[in-house]
């Protein structure tokens, strides 16, 4: 999910599949969207027993921000222009996707063949008509309408689904795949909590961590649902922004800062995303070297193609990822 300010910014080319060991391979409001007054997912798919299977309806209601609309029981043909992560661990590829999602560092060869729907928040009705979806995904408020009328639209805003559990909870029941999404899950809540002990065992409970993105012309803070690492540092890690500055960040999600502020906004660890410089850079740069993380050697730099995404399975790939570096720390 990206939000829409990202879609004014180069949205960066992502690539390689995760696949959990056990499973197939596979951010505002503040409840997901719930199922209507219809059964949920799980119930309508099944026939009752009064009726055979060729009595199962085609489609089920579901209530979205655009009221209740009506999706197939079992989309086969979906284009997904956004939450293409969730859809992978359960096991559904869609036919069409924006072309820069196609190259996402975390699943692109799960998407080989995946038809390229257009500019990402700009997709190409033509290209997706011909598709022939029955079902389209999109967080992208401004191309609902035109979406709209050529399949069933379903839109969830960024930041409605705000973590792992409830994205793939809510697809689940979409799609009818509630056992998988439970099952994938589990095996994510697993692997979490290993990575969390190991980094409780070698990181004081009180050390403050700082997510933050250096461009060529900007500088920016982020809090727990913007991607950049603040999913796994700051949800699956259980970490803690500095004090003087959480609640401005966990609130608005994002601040653009200047180079003078850095240190107000830089806490004990720093997982910074930055194209084209190193930790060595930043320790020889004059501004950057006076930071205490960055002198104690509690940089961690990594580019944008791995950081901005939190989709479930890039959160579980970079929460292991940063783990494995902040246990060297001790």
Request: charged share 20%; hydrophobic share 40%.
């Amino acid at each position: 999910m990206l939000h829409h300010f990202l879609t004014s910014r180069k949205i960066a080319v992502i690539a390689a599949a995760l696949c959990l060991s056990l499973l197939a391979a596979c951010g505002s409001n503040n409840v997901a969207p719930a199922a209507s007054s219809s059964p949920p997912a799980s119930e309508s798919a099944k026939p009752s027993a009064s009726e055979s299977p060729s009595a199962e309806p085609e489609f089920r209601t579901i209530d979205t921000v655009n009221g209740p609309i009506q999706i197939p029981m079992h989309p086969q043909r979906i284009v997904a222009e956004e939450y293409l992560g969730s859809l992978i661990v359960l096991d559904v590829i869609p036919v069409g996707a924006p072309g820069l999602t196609l190259q996402n560092y975390y699943f692109k060869e799960a998407l080989t063949g995946v038809a390229d729907s257009g500019t990402y928040g700009s997709p190409s009705p033509e290209v997706i008509t011909s598709l022939n979806p029955d079902l389209i995904i999109t967080g992208n408020k401004d191309v609902y309408s035109t979406l709209s009328k050529i399949a069933p639209t379903l839109e969830i805003p960024y930041g409605q689904l705000k973590n792992a559990h409830e994205e793939l909870t809510f697809f689940g029941k979409v799609l009818g795949k509630e056992k998988e999404a439970e099952a994938w899950l589990a095996e994510y809540d697993r692997r979490i909590a290993e990575a969390k002990a190991k980094v409780d065992a070698a990181i004081p409970a009180d050390a403050t961590f700082s997510i933050i993105e250096s461009t060529d012309k900007s500088i920016y803070a982020y809090g727990d649902n913007f991607g950049r690492g603040g999913q796994p540092v700051y949800q699956a890690l259980g970490r803690k922004p500095p004090a003087a500055v959480a609640d401005q960040i966990m609130e608005k999600q994002w601040a653009e800062i200047s180079a003078e502020m850095i240190g107000d906004y830089s806490g004990d660890y720093i997982v910074l995303t930055a194209n084209d410089r190193t930790v060595e850079d930043f320790k020889k740069d004059p501004i950057w070297s006076s930071i205490p993380a960055v002198k104690n050697d509690r940089l961690y730099v990594w580019p944008e193609e791995r950081s901005w995404y939190y989709d479930p399975i890039a959160v579980l790939a970079q929460t292991e990822e940063l783990a494995a570096w902040l246990t060297k720390q001790q």
